[in-house]
């Protein structure tokens, strides 16, 4: 049986439709598009998508098959709209999963369903692909990062900060540099508290069950707090659920 939120995409989408280049043009957009053809299956993804940032600001879809496919292409088209073609990039079948969970930890996504997600992913890489030639705004923070700019001296002023003044720094620096890479794969992470040079955090979404979570995420939130804030932190992750009273 189909979850509420799936089901709900698949009786009642709002993004059925498609995007030809004359409304495109009209609308001083760039049309994107993806079309995937396989066994009695169609897909079309269409994005209108801003020339000057990169930005899809609509999208639309036209899909003959099974009901998950019409499901998956409107979440699709729901998750897309608003990011930059980078981010949209790096839609995953995870990402689609968490979209679609009525409730934290449910599976919602069968392996009949597989086919159907790597219709729209292949779809959607098509589409996103044809605007690589686009440059992103100035600023962007790519959902990749590799070098990490060091703040020389670290946070003015961390050391002698109250406990819950450091902890709004850091929640400043976390919301600003870590969260929009985590984010774009269903993650998160929230500061539960600070306890001498030791951060302890709790992960979010898809991040309590990822391998790299206490590996390749857990590094690049302590490297981005070490150069950010000061430079002996250390972050712990809490494992397992977090209560509070």
Excluded at 23 to 45: N, V, Y
Aim: aromatic share 6%; charged share 25%.
């Amino acid at each position: 049986m189909k979850g509420v939120k799936l089901t709900r995409k698949i009786l009642q989408p709002r993004h059925v439709g498609f995007f030809s280049e004359k409304e495109a043009e009209a609308r001083q957009m760039r049309q994107a598009e993806g079309a995937i053809f396989r066994d009695d299956s169609s897909l079309r993804l269409t994005f209108l998508v801003d020339p000057d940032d990169g930005m899809l600001v609509d999208a639309k879809f036209r899909a003959l098959g099974p009901a998950s496919l019409i499901g998956l292409a409107e979440a699709t088209c729901e998750i897309s709209v608003g990011k930059y073609f980078d981010q949209a990039a790096r839609i995953s079948a995870e990402v689609l999963e968490i979209s679609l969970h009525d409730k934290p930890g449910s599976t919602v996504l069968e392996p009949a369903d597989y086919p159907s997600v790597n219709m729209v992913l292949d779809a959607l890489e098509i589409a996103m692909h044809q605007c690589q030639d686009i440059p992103l705004p100035p600023g962007y923070v790519s959902p990749l990062p590799h070098d990490i700019e060091v703040l020389e001296g670290g946070w003015p002023g961390f050391e002698a900060m109250t406990i819950p003044q450091k902890l709004t720094v850091i929640e400043k620096v976390i919301k600003e540099e870590i969260l929009p890479y985590i984010e774009m794969d269903g993650g998160g992470v929230e500061v539960i508290n600070i306890l001498g040079d030791e951060v302890i955090i709790v992960y979010e979404g898809s991040c309590t069950t990822c391998y790299s979570s206490t590996g390749a995420t857990l590094s690049y939130i302590q490297q981005i707090l070490r150069a950010k804030v000061f430079k002996e932190l250390v972050v712990t992750p809490m494992l397992g659920p977090f209560i509070t009273e």
